[in-house]
């Protein structure tokens, strides 16, 4: 339940429209209160100062209210166009997926609901104002709420012109990707390296890994889309409570294709004989889908947008290895994060120690393959490229903790010095490469005797 409780509030953020939708009730209940304190403090009968009669003529009153919902109205139609087709612009050099970063920027979604909430205020009072009895009553505290209104619209206009200019620029907009990579780091793996020793890796415990392939029963995917999140815990009750074992082939951020192999479980033969109503039809359940990737339990989410926005900028067309190098350093400092912190085990027991759920995990490998693998294949033909990924690579390997993440690291810079014989002839940038990469092999076989050649 709660997995799917994060995962509605995750679709709710990445909609333009939940912000604004909620500027909207806040002017209607505005428009109410402000309506109920004039008819009820502010009736003609009392003796006010000369200040509130400026509010006493009805045509005035609706001439500025009808002004001010246009004059808003057309300032929201005519920013937000503006936007788009900067957007638009932006997007072919970044990649169309970082439009979602704009759709949830907070500051935009406020902006967009001030503008359009000023508008329905206006709409309301005019409602009101053609209502009420102007000999009883003065619309003062309506008015003044209005006119505050109006001077908010136009400063959020001018901060919201100057907030797209920035969000536009390359930098801006690496420098948000990086930081909500870092948020779901923090939040995926929050713990630091610790001794995995406690955690059961008995001969029994191997023999059922092996267990799921040979004799388990296959669970096949309803439907096609990726997946998006795993509801463990009560998936692991379910299999539990149905004296089941389950291994996972799947993990967060990967394509389902319809009718293809999602998971091996080991059953009984009575239940193999109903299995896809009383096993496969729940397990499915506690697996959300969509039609697009998440970053709700992707870590590796941000970590492609930052390589999107890599590639996009090692195209001929654009041409930009600066914007592309800072992306390496963003990704190289991401990567330092993750050599200090414990990765989720893969294995999930029941209270017996008995192996129930096996999931398919992130890794560092894995991490460090999502982040290099397509910047260097985008980049061979790039000296600058390819100098600055063996120098974020020497750096990890002064940093990395285990023999599995110094030979990830030096997978890659074995690809990138077998790039430079194969693309570079100056011999400056090979020697330059090459100084790289034996300095990289050199601390990594001191540090871990892997004798790298």
Request: aromatic share 10%; with cysteine; charged share 20%.
């Amino acid at each position: 339940m709660k997995t799917r409780i994060r995962h509605f509030l995750e679709l709710l953020s990445a909609n333009i429209w939940m912000v604004p939708l909620l500027f909207l009730v806040a002017s209607v209940a505005l428009a109410f209160f402000n309506f109920y304190l004039d008819k009820t403090i502010f009736a003609r009968h009392t003796q006010f100062p000369e200040l509130y009669l400026y509010f006493n003529n009805s045509e005035n009153i609706r001439t500025l209210l009808s002004v001010s919902a246009t004059s808003i109205l057309g300032v929201a139609g005519v920013s937000f166009s503006i936007t788009i087709a900067s957007l638009t612009l932006a997007s072919q050099q970044f990649g169309p997926r970082l439009l979602r970063n704009f759709m949830m920027n907070r500051f935009n979604q406020v902006v967009l609901g001030v503008f359009i909430g000023t508008f329905l205020y206006c709409i309301m009072m005019l409602q009101f104002t053609s209502s009420m009895d102007l000999e009883k009553t003065t619309p003062f505290i309506s008015m003044i709420g209005l006119l505050v209104l109006i001077v908010t619209s136009l400063l959020m206009l001018v901060f919201f012109i100057h907030h797209v200019a920035v969000s536009i620029q390359a930098d801006s907009v690496i420098e948000e990707v990086n930081q909500e990579l870092k948020a779901k780091l923090v939040t995926f793996f929050p713990e630091e390296c610790a001794n995995t020793e406690h955690l059961p890796n008995t001969p029994s415990l191997g023999e059922q890994r092996a267990q799921f392939a040979k004799a388990g029963t296959a669970v096949y995917a309803k439907e096609s889309g990726y997946l998006q999140a795993i509801d463990v815990d009560s998936l692991l009750k379910f299999i539990t409570t149905e004296d089941v074992s389950l291994q996972l082939i799947v993990k967060p951020g990967d394509f389902v294709i319809q009718n293809s192999v999602i998971g091996y479980g080991l059953i009984s033969e009575e239940q193999k004989k109903d299995f896809t109503s009383t096993i496969s039809e729940p397990i499915h359940k506690r697996l959300i889908l969509g039609h697009v990737s998440t970053a709700e339990q992707d870590p590796e989410f941000a970590i492609r947008q930052l390589v999107e926005v890599a590639v996009r900028a090692l195209s001929p067309g654009i041409n930009d290895p600066f914007t592309a190098i800072t992306c390496i350093d963003r990704l190289g400092d991401n990567i330092a994060y993750l050599v200090n912190r414990q990765f989720p085990s893969d294995q999930h027991l029941d209270d017996e120690g008995r192996l129930r759920l096996l999931v398919k995990t992130f890794t560092f490998k894995g991490v460090v393959e999502a982040s290099f693998n397509q910047i260097r294949q985008h980049g061979r033909h790039d000296v600058s490229v390819t100098i600055r990924l063996l120098e974020t690579i020497l750096s990890l390997a002064a940093q990395v903790k285990s023999e599995a993440q110094a030979k990830a690291i030096n997978t890659q810079a074995q690809a990138l010095y077998l790039t430079c014989n194969e693309n570079f002839n100056a011999k400056k940038d090979k020697d330059d490469i090459e100084a790289l990469y034996r300095s990289i092999t050199e601390c990594l076989n001191k540090r871990f005797n892997l004798e790298l050649q």
